[in-house]
DNA sequence: CCAAAAGTGTTGGGACTACACCCATGA
DNA sequence: TCATGGGTGTAGTCCCAACACTTTTGG
């Protein structure tokens, strides 16, 4: 291995796939921003920027959502490196992608009242991406996908008190189809990370579901103990 | 998103993970390569180098595992971007690290010849690792196990042709667990990805056994309608 | 009392696990 | 003839899918 001064070096950016989770509209989402300059200017594009010489990969990550879009603190994972050394027009620039999931609830705020330059859109149905972007969607979808059933991530797009309904369209929005209700009610509530609260639903016009939190301690008590979620 | 020539760059490197399955020692091995340079001169590191600007990442991985090992035509699939900021000693490094699957019976001459800086160990049992690819080794490693069960990857490891206890063994060293013979066999066939050879095993002191190979055709074929391979 | 969603059990079939003996071959 | 691994079937259990009606609430 040859000492690298040699090279010329590429440049390195994170981008952010954000998954929100609209329960009004019973839809998932994607927040996005408008590009202020060229290349793609005026065009929407995933948050995400260039990786400072002495900061982690996630920590950019995280910098350039927060600068970006107002979000932190939110769920975090690395999902591919996408390095086509056309990719960018100005420069070869090879980007380490990731996915994020949110709870709308907690930040509808920011995103809905900055809505100049970074809103959330409809999964299918966003606008014309910039760069590559439109395929980092796809991986993104599609590894949220197989996520989601071996693996209890998809709390974090949902309130902290939520109703089994709530959970179960979750899963049917991101899956594609429609779920049995019996058949999901049990085995989520079999996985026994589920916490029933007092509380009711409030302000809907039929009968109030019961509210449920998802059981964090529970979760990592029995991760160590190498069992395996599934729903 | 500020235009980069302000911003240093990182070197980017690839690395590879490469397992090859040792049937004669029933042992899963990994390809290492012995450091000539400084850092880490003399210690066992995976083949990798840097991307060259107008190269694609994969290519990269692919040209450096010809270069360093003369392994060529290999499955190969990006892994993970290691980059923390101190992972090399030298300079700001990211390395998006890949692994490998071999057929060791295509390629025993060459990694077991030109033995003085390239050879295979076992996965248990490596010499200490330079840089932080003992990190990388152990998440090639879990990535490797997750994929097994549900994508036929296994037969990149064996022999292209095989027998069932062959790919039991490898079932078997991969998972780290027995597995019941019986039981292995069924679901094994019931693939329908194996097809058997009118070949018989040669040179065993014993009743030879049935020789199969795997059925790329039929697996391009059934992934085509969304099938789901599992064992 | 009507509309809307919440909530709840059973049954049949398919898949998985556990398990032990005979067979073919070469030395 | 012996040692070594090859090869085979069944029974019990568990898990999953399919499926429809009653309850609660607000309007």
Known sequence: MPFSYEYPHPAV????????????????????????????KGRWALP???????????????????EETG????????????????????ERVI????FALVKMSDHRVRAATDASDAAWFPVTGAPPLAF??????????????????????????????????NLQRLYELVLGRALDKRN????????????ALEEMEQGVSHRAARLYRFDEAEHRRLSKSGYLFEL
Do not use: N
């Not at 980007?95 to 990731?98: E, K, L, P, Y």
């Open 13 to 40: 950016t994170v981008d952010c796939v954000v998954f929100g989770l609209d329960l009004a509209q019973s839809e998932l989402k994607i927040l996005l921003i408008q590009r202020g300059l060229d290349p793609f």
């Open 71 to 90: 979000l932190a603190k939110v769920w975090l994972e690395q999902l591919y490196t996408f390095g086509e050394p056309k990719r960018d027009p100005r």
């Open 95 to 98: 980007s380490v992608a990731h």
């Open 184 to 195: 999901f009610r049990k085995k989520a509530l079999a996985t026994g990370l589920l916490v």
């Open 48 to 66: 995400g920027g260039f990786v400072r010489i002495d900061e982690r990969v996630e920590e950019a990550a995280e910098r350039e959502l927060k």
């Open 132 to 165: 590559d972007h439109k395929q980092i969607l796809a991986m993104a979808l599609s590894r949220l996908r197989g996520k989601l059933t071996y693996q209890p991530v998809g709390f974090e797009l949902l309130p902290p008190k939520f109703t089994l309904t």
